[in-house]
């Protein structure tokens, strides 16, 4: 899990001024099953035509996002969707879709868009059973987490939480292997800048690549 600067300052709103003229559907469409009774917010979903320009231009920038790339290692990007949740809005306990669109989710992600001060509640809170987490993230910044994880959105008391969630299929299908295979490409490159001869960083180069090809599905 993650909590790390993907988006500019700018950036984010650029996507609430483009937001501004698009209207939002309820959340509950794509809902399934239990989960219609337990989820009151708004979405934009990627087959509003209007918004189509946004979501390409947001997957342009996920493509270049150095720590998205190098954490996820996204073989797709599936399910985006603003969501709006007003005064009183909130998703209760409940556990994502194990496959969307033909691809299996190994992750999720919230961007956050409103600023953490610009509401009151609608924290995510994830439920590991022995201990519980509450993220509320600044904009531009956006929280990534094993998909599987028992999760709500706590109702908001105060303003609007705009933000954008979506799904990864990674190339790295285990957890672990991902988070081992990131710190490995981590200290390569801490490694990198301490050493005089770029030779002495072969074997390590040799090592992050092979098990890179080794842990990838596909």
């Known amino acids: 899990m993650k909590l790390v600067n993907v988006f500019e300052k700018a950036q984010v709103q650029t996507i609430l001024n483009a937001l501004a003229s698009i209207d939002y559907n309820d959340g509950r469409i794509t809902a399934k099953g239990h989960a219609k009774t337990i989820k009151d917010n708004w979405q934009i979903t990627e087959d509003v035509v209007a918004a189509q320009p946004l979501f390409k231009k947001i997957r342009q920038v996920l493509q270049t996002a150095d720590f998205f790339v190098n954490y996820a290692a996204p073989k797709a990007v599936v399910g985006l969707r603003f969501a709006k949740y007003q005064e009183s809005g909130y998703y209760g306990w409940h556990v994502d879709m194990a496959h969307m669109n033909g691809f299996r989710t190994d992750m999720s992600f919230t961007l956050f868009l409103s600023d953490k001060d610009e509401y009151d509640g609608g924290e995510l809170e994830l439920d590991f059973g022995q201990y519980k987490q509450k993220v509320k993230g600044a904009a531009g910044q956006m929280f990534i987490y094993p ?72």
């Open 147 to 218: 998909t599987g994880v028992l999760h709500q959105v706590t109702p908001v008391t105060r303003g609007d939480r705009i933000v954008l969630v979506g799904w990864i299929c990674s190339r790295i299908p285990n957890a672990e292997d991902r988070e081992a295979l990131f710190s490995l490409m981590q200290e390569s490159g801490r490694l990198g800048k301490l050493v005089q001869n770029p030779e002495d960083m072969k074997k390590m180069s040799w090592l992050l690549q092979y098990f890179t090809r080794r842990l990838s599905e596909g």
